[in-house]
Nanobody
Framework: QVQLVESGGGLVQAGDSLRLSCAASGRTFSTTTMGWFRQAPGKEREFVAAITWIGGTMYADSVKGRFAISRDIPKNTMYLQMNSLKPEDTAVYYC??????????????????WGQGTQVTVSS
């Protein structure tokens, strides 16, 4: 089981930027799809961004052009750079590791390891 620990959340104003980090145990980045998801109060968890084992990326339409997912393989760390934040980006953000190697998905059911979450709050 991969251990994931997020950090970097906080309270910011609309238009500000934040960078989330996800530190992972094990050699997961080179074989597995990694993703960021978020859950706002009263809403279901939703896909935000994913990065494949070869560095391909995908984003939810709501964050495309504002968020960027990246990874540092030697550091076993994944990042989510969030720019031009909006109040509707307020949520708990989770990083996750895919269940299967060399398999791409944005469905949360295909991710088997999850971090504890980090709160992002954007005030208007």
């Amino acid at each position: 089981q991969v251990q994931l620990v997020e950090s970097g959340g906080g309270l910011v104003q609309a238009g500000d930027s934040l960078r989330l980090s996800c530190a992972a145990s094990g050699r997961t980045f080179s074989t597995t799809t990694m993703g960021w998801f978020r859950q706002a109060p009263g809403k279901e968890r939703e896909f935000v961004a994913a990065i494949t084992w070869i560095g391909g990326t995908m984003y939810a339409d709501s964050v495309k052009g504002r968020f960027a997912i990246s990874r540092d393989i030697p550091k076993n760390t994944m990042y989510l750079q969030m720019n031009s934040l909006k109040p509707e980006d307020t949520a708990v953000y989770y990083c996750a590791a895919g269940r299967r190697t060399y398999y791409f998905s944005t469905d949360s059911d295909d991710f088997g390891s999850w971090g504890q979450g980090t709160q992002v709050t954007v005030s208007s």
